[in-house]
């Protein structure tokens, strides 16, 4: 790892002017799912896990978790996990407080855990479960990383002084005197005692009504926490913590498509001139770069194809659309290709911005086997690519039935139908493309380019 972990944890003044408690905690880089990232991306995807919404009772993200870590008792009988079906809304019928369940409920309730556990027993036989079943398991999954999450089991946050990629010590680790001998054997004392002494401090004042009056102990915890890495030199990256926190702040693929819907609204005003034109173009080109840049943000943090998921793979095709608009624009200068491109570039971005729940938006690394795969990430590239030239050629299509229906112009029709003819071009040769590749992956991978195994 590169660059020095230390500045990140003790230059708080050098830091960005917005310094609140939020700000601090939440640039602490923390282990979990198999990457290093801040805990306010830590923050950000397990709410979203336990409460099912992005925000929870419109609380700050990052101060929520922190709170749940300083008062696990209080805040694990609040109901804050969503009840999702009526069977299971029928069987805590008592328990629910506007169709959510406090996590202590759920973990207590010994005839709810016998079933879930029966359920799991049918998981690990790779038998097939039951919907209600799979709910139940969701249920007790939520509320089972609700009590690590506030119990300290999760993430890690001191890193191995001798190897940073394997598994950190949680703060778990800063609670007991057990846990304390753990982090002496491998950092020293007088760090170690201080870290644990600032953490219990933050710990009393966020228990606090005034959360902000936590600030100076936060900023503590944040030194002393520098202090214990720094005492065995050990490095992090800084740059990848601050870009990832300036990821979660620009929102890029939520200004992306706000860009692209005032640039569809502009294009189709009545009367409108060629100023107007002009302008609708510039914003259209606008949301394509912000929504790039997005992209290769994702890219940079995860270091990594940007299609290892389904929120990935639809921001993506909905980038593509907007790319093979353009080339065909290049060519044809009409604006009726752009403003195409904006209807199915606004559709794809809000779908993947509106089900956070479905559509997962977090960042996570591939798998072993897949990660030094060359002709894999070319493969699915292509495959995706061709996905835009085809949805764009959607988009198209709608518009000449539009045209057929309430317009009838035959040269705007004429227009449309070459316009269609050239997208489903690109789409079929980057689709044939993407399946011949994806022959050589299975060649380099398993030694054949096509095989049947029953």
């Not at 846990?179 to 020293?188: A, D, K, M, R, S």
């Not at 394509?288 to 992209?295: A, E, R």
Request: overall charge neutral; proline content about 6%; aromatic content about 12%.
């Amino acid at each position: 790892m590169t660059a020095i972990g230390l500045s990140l944890f003790t230059s708080v003044a050098c830091a960005r002017a917005d310094n609140s408690i939020s700000d601090i905690l939440g640039r602490i880089p923390v282990q979990h799912g198999g990457r290093v990232k801040p805990f306010a991306s830590f923050a950000k995807e397990n709410v979203l896990l336990v409460t099912g919404k992005a925000s929870f009772e419109g609380q700050d993200t990052t101060l929520l978790v922190w709170r749940w870590i300083s008062d696990p008792k209080v805040w694990s009988a609040k109901p804050m996990i969503p009840v999702t079906t009526p069977e299971l809304r029928k069987e805590f019928s008592d328990d629910l407080v506007h169709n959510r369940i406090a996590p202590d409920l759920v973990l207590n309730n010994l005839d709810f855990l016998k079933k879930v556990s029966a359920a799991q027993e049918k998981e690990e036989k790779e038998k097939s479960l039951a919907p209600f079943e799979k709910k139940q398991v969701e249920l007790y999954r939520r509320a089972r990383l609700f009590g690590e999450i506030a119990n300290g089991r999760l993430p890690g946050f001191i890193p191995h002084p001798e190897d940073p990629s394997v598994a950190w010590l949680p703060l778990e680790a800063l609670m007991t005197k057990e846990g304390l001998e753990i982090v002496n054997q491998f950092f020293p004392a007088l760090e170690a005692d201080q870290l644990q002494s600032a953490y219990l401090h933050l710990m009393e004042r966020l228990k606090g009504e005034n959360v902000q009056e936590a600030l100076p102990a936060a900023e503590q915890f944040q030194a002393n926490l520098g202090n214990l890495l720094f005492s065995r030199n050990i490095q992090l990256d800084q740059a990848a913590i601050r870009l990832e926190l300036f990821y979660l702040k620009l929102r890029p693929f939520y200004l992306a498509w706000i860009l692209y819907l005032i640039s569809i609204f502009v294009w189709a005003a009545p009367r409108k001139k060629e100023k107007a034109v002009a302008a609708a173009f510039l914003l259209f080109l606008a949301g394509f770069l912000i929504h790039t840049f997005g992209i290769a943000l994702r890219v940079l943090i995860a270091g990594r194809p940007p299609v290892t998921n389904m929120y990935e793979s639809i921001i993506w095709v909905g980038w593509a659309v907007v790319l093979f608009s353009l080339v065909l624009w290049f060519f044809y200068r009409s604006s009726l290709l752009p403003m195409v491109a904006a209807c199915v570039g606004t559709l794809a971005l809000l779908v993947g911005e509106s089900f956070p729940t479905l559509l997962d938006p977090s960042i996570s690394p591939l798998v072993p086997v897949l990660r030094s795969n060359y002709w894999l990430t070319v493969h699915v590239l292509t495959i995706t690519l061709g996905y835009g030239a085809f949805a764009l050629n959607w988009g198209i299509a709608h518009a000449l039935l539009y045209c057929f229906a309430f317009r009838k112009k035959e040269k705007l029709i004429d227009h449309l139908t070459e316009y269609l003819y050239r997208s489903l071009q690109i789409g079929v040769i980057l689709l044939s493309a993407g399946t011949i590749l994806g022959g050589v992956w299975a060649s380099y991978s398993w030694g054949r380019f096509w095989g049947w195994d029953p």
